[in-house]
């Protein structure tokens, strides 16, 4: 597991917390409820945030191999050149 679906996981945790709390908030008065959901929101919204970060970088990440695969297959490494000379 990742530090960003820890964090993903954790978000998703307090989220669940944030969103009982306010469903018995709710038994008391509709507008107690709404801190709850707020957090709830910003809860989801951030582990959205992270999971979304990690597939970007993961993205970078293999595009960057692929095209240092491909700058190897067309330049050749220093090895290739030395055992030519």
């Known amino acids: 597991m990742t530090h960003a679906q820890r964090t993903a996981a954790a ?3 307090g989220a669940f917390v944030s969103a009982a709390s306010a469903g018995y ?3 008391w008065h ?3 409820a709404a801190p709850g959901l707020v957090g709830t ?3 989801l ?3 959205a945030s992270v999971l979304s970060a990690e597939a970007r970088q993961e993205a970078r990440h293999a595009a960057l191999d692929a095209a240092a695969a491909a700058d190897e297959q067309l330049l ?3 090895r290739d ?4 000379a």
């Open 11 to 13: 978000c998703h945790l």
């Open 25 to 27: 908030s709710l038994t």
């Open 30 to 32: 509709p507008w107690l």
């Open 41 to 43: 929101a910003f809860l």
């Open 45 to 47: 919204w951030g582990a």
């Open 76 to 78: 050749g490494t220093d």
């Open 81 to 84: 050149q030395a055992s030519a």
